[in-house]
């Protein structure tokens, strides 16, 4: 059996954020677990180069598109070894065999008829890159991106995808997993229950030019979901390669519901007009969100991946991540819920369980797993629990139901945490006439952590190859361990020597930086320049003031908050709209601030003043006698441009 298994390709209009990383850590994690079931996989992300979009943030910066996409796809593709990410391919839709693919594709649907020359109004968002239809519109604005869309009317190429409306629907329907979760499956169906509308699939370069010129008309361009559709299929060589016949009939995709309908009808039927196969899977997952709002890069309200890595660690932020979100639904994104995390399920239960089990067996065993004697009930409990606990949690992971296979994993632990404290080995220690049964459940031990860490191997495998050390093994053993040749009870080898070790994960106070006894150590590594800063104290470094993202904005409009006197609520441009809420209200009037640059702070967290949240918070001075006034530009520098 094999798997390829994708990511989006993401835009390199920002730097990665960890909604990102949730969904290549997914990937990721699943890739381990089918190398753990013995099968081949291939795993590939990459980053979406051309479009709207890119240009713009380009021109922002004041670079060439292309030298802005290396920028970007770098800090890509050199943040997820850090999350233990490892693909087997990193794909850019700048790469020349995917623009000549593309091409060659473009030219191959126009040949066969499937793509012709008509004219196009419509609502085009710019976040979304995509006309979006009235429908979709919540107040005349883009749902996910808060901005009203722009009327726009052009000659354009479309493709008709109409054609293949009626194969898409039964295919779906023969085809129960093709999309997952169900709620995904009904959504797209319920879309396709009206009649589906071609899609326009050029830009005239009158318009955009960074983008792959149309073989067939060199005044247009690609439409870029056209173009970054294709990236599954050039990423494993097609037309010509072999690993592309080998891949495609495995492939599944994981993305987010934003990106949904792309995937799931322009895609396939794409691929039905390019005369391929659909992939085999669609696997949707919902939002992180922060105090409700989507994590975006349009509104701001980003957690780098970095950040947590530094204050949490790769094997944490991972289980967190897949422990914490049901996929398919929204999760609730904070440190809080990291750190209950880290306290209960790691250090508590898994930590705990560990650290008891190997000092026992370095206690009363001289550090030797011993061998097991006679088994009692407890003990053939425990290895049927352990035992099915594998089949259990095998069967989640399959259903990509992260979270449900790691209860599974802890429901083991607690059982193994209950199984010490009802066997008594300190009890037996002291009886020699107990010392079979000890051995037993020293034994019994050793082999539920063994299988512990055998099945978490996918999701922290900095941990678990911790574990398997402490367990006597080798770490050449411990990367040729898997669930099907592995997965069985007993085998652990008796007479097998343990290295006892440091905890594996300390408790983290509710406030990250103030260390507990036995947190003590990542504490101090948490904030390694603790002892500089206490002796600059006043001074902030040029780090410090990095972490502030100031950027120019061009104040839209501007009106009152009902029963504030003193707050207003605008909109700025900054290069993307979004809301802020100022209490400059007994200074300014509305009207006066319309078309004015100022200095705004655009990575503060939202928050919400009298019912409307800000998303960022703008500069002003106040001086002695209480008078405010505004951060003010010269004017003419183009909204979003950083203020350093
Ligand atoms: O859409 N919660 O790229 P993109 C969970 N280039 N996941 C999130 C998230 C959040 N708050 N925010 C982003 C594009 N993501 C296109 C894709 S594919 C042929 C082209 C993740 O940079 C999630 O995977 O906007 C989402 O689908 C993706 O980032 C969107 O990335």
């Known amino acids: 059996m094999s798997l390829y298994i994708t990511t989006p390709i993401y835009y390199v209009n920002a730097r990665p954020h960890l909604g990102h990383a949730y969904t290549t850590i997914i990937a990721d994690t699943y890739s381990r677990f089918k190398r753990l079931c013995k099968e081949d996989v291939r795993f590939q992300t990459g980053t979406d180069e051309h479009g709207d979009k890119i240009a713009e943030a380009a021109q922002t910066a004041g670079i060439h598109p292309k030298e802005?996409?290396?920028?970007?796809?770098?800090?890509?593709?050199?943040?997820?070894?850090?999350?233990?990410?490892?693909?087997?391919?990193?794909?850019?839709?700048?790469?020349?065999?995917?623009?000549?693919?593309?091409?060659?594709?473009?030219?191959?649907v126009h040949d066969q008829g499937d793509i012709y020359l008509g004219s196009y109004s419509g609502l085009y968002c710019r976040g979304c890159e995509r006309f979006l239809t009235e429908k979709e519109l919540v107040d005349g604005k883009c749902p996910d991106h808060q901005t009203a869309p722009t009327p726009i009317s052009e000659s354009n190429y479309f493709f008709r995808m109409s054609k293949y409306q009626d194969w898409l629907i039964d295919h779906i329907q023969k085809n129960p997993d093709f999309i997952t979760p169900e709620r995904y499956k009904n959504e797209v169906?319920?879309?396709?229950?009206?009649?589906?509308?071609?899609?326009?699939?050029?830009?005239?370069?009158?318009?955009?030019?960074?983008?792959?010129?149309?073989p067939f008309d060199d005044d247009f361009v690609t439409y870029v979901w056209f173009d970054a559709l294709i990236n599954y299929i050039t990423g494993i060589g097609y037309p010509d390669s072999e690993k592309?016949?080998?891949?495609?009939?495995?492939?599944?995709?994981?993305?987010?519901?934003?990106?949904?309908?792309?995937?799931?009808?322009?895609?396939?039927?794409?691929?039905?007009?390019?005369?391929?196969?659909?992939?085999?899977?669609?696997h949707v997952h919902g939002y992180w969100n922060i105090n409700e709002a989507k994590m975006s890069k349009s509104i701001g309200n980003v957690v780098r991946p970095e950040a947590l890595l530094q204050n949490f660690g790769v094997d944490t932020v991972r289980y967190f991540l897949l422990r914490e979100m049901s996929f398919g639904l929204d999760a609730s994104f904070s440190d809080e819920n990291i750190i209950a995390r880290q306290n209960s399920d790691l250090a508590n239960d898994l930590g705990n369980l560990f650290s008891r089990a190997l000092t026992m067996i370095n206690k009363f065993a001289n550090g030797i797993v011993p061998a097991p004697a006679d088994l009692e009930p407890a003990d053939k409990e425990l290895a049927g629990a352990a035992v099915n606990m594998v089949t259990e949690y095998t069967a989640q992971m399959n259903n990509f139901a992260f979270n449900r296979a790691l209860q599974a994993v802890w429901a083991i632990i607690s059982l193994a945490n209950k199984y010490i404290v009802s066997s008594e080995p300190w009890v037996l220690a002291k009886d020699p006439a107990k010392t079979d049964r000890l051995k037993t459940v020293l034994y019994n031990l050793a082999e539920t952590l063994r299988l512990i860490g055998l099945v978490l191997t996918p999701v922290m495998p900095e941990t678990t190859l911790k574990m398997a050390m402490a367990l006597g093994s080798t770490?050449?053993?411990?990367?040729?361990?898997?669930?099907?040749?592995?997965?069985?009870?007993?085998?652990?080898?008796?007479?097998?020597?343990?290295?006892?070790?440091?905890?594996?994960?300390?408790?983290?106070?509710?406030?990250?930086?103030?260390?507990?006894?036995?947190?003590?150590?990542k504490m101090k590594e948490m904030s390694p320049k603790s002892k500089e800063a206490e002796s600059d104290a006043g001074l902030v470094t040029f780090d410090d003031f990095k972490k502030l993202d100031l950027r120019v904005a061009e104040i839209k409009t501007?009106?009152?908050?009902?029963?504030?006197?003193?707050?207003?609520?605008?909109?700025?441009?900054?290069?993307?709209?979004?809301?802020?809420?100022?209490?400059?209200?007994?200074?300014?009037?509305?009207?006066?601030?319309?078309?004015?640059?100022?200095?705004?702070?655009?990575?503060?967290?939202?928050?919400?003043?009298?019912?409307?949240?800000?998303?960022?918070?703008?500069?002003?001075?106040?001086?002695?006698?209480?008078?405010?006034?505004?951060?003010?530009l010269a004017g003419g520098v183009t909204p979003g441009s950083k203020v350093s």
């Open 68 to 108: 802005y996409a290396d920028r970007i796809s770098s800090m890509f593709r050199e943040a997820w070894p850090s999350l233990a990410i490892r693909p087997d391919n990193f794909i850019r839709t700048t790469d020349e065999h995917h623009v000549q693919t593309v091409q060659k594709i473009l030219q191959k």
């Open 189 to 214: 169906l319920s879309f396709l229950s009206e009649p589906l509308e071609d899609l326009c699939i050029s830009r005239p370069k009158s318009r955009l030019t960074w983008g792959i010129s149309l």
């Open 244 to 282: 592309f016949s080998g891949y495609w009939e495995v492939a599944e995709h994981v993305i987010a519901k934003d990106i949904l309908k792309p995937h799931a009808i322009y895609w396939p039927t794409m691929l039905r007009a390019i005369g391929l196969a659909p992939y085999k899977r669609l």
């Open 475 to 521: 770490e050449d053993e411990h990367s040729r361990q898997n669930l099907v040749d592995h997965g069985e009870w007993g085998l652990t080898a008796p007479g097998v020597k343990i290295n006892l070790g440091p905890s594996l994960f300390p408790r983290l106070e509710k406030k990250v930086g103030a260390p507990t006894k036995d947190g003590q150590k």
């Open 558 to 632: 501007a009106e009152k908050i009902k029963k504030s006197d003193r707050l207003l609520k605008l909109t700025v441009m900054a290069p993307e709209e979004r809301t802020l809420v100022a209490g400059i209200a007994e200074y300014y009037k509305p009207e006066d601030l319309i078309g004015r640059q100022v200095i705004m702070v655009a990575n503060l967290k939202p928050a919400k003043l009298m019912g409307v949240t800000s998303h960022g918070m703008i500069l002003a001075a106040r001086d002695e006698q209480g008078r405010l006034s505004l951060s003010a």
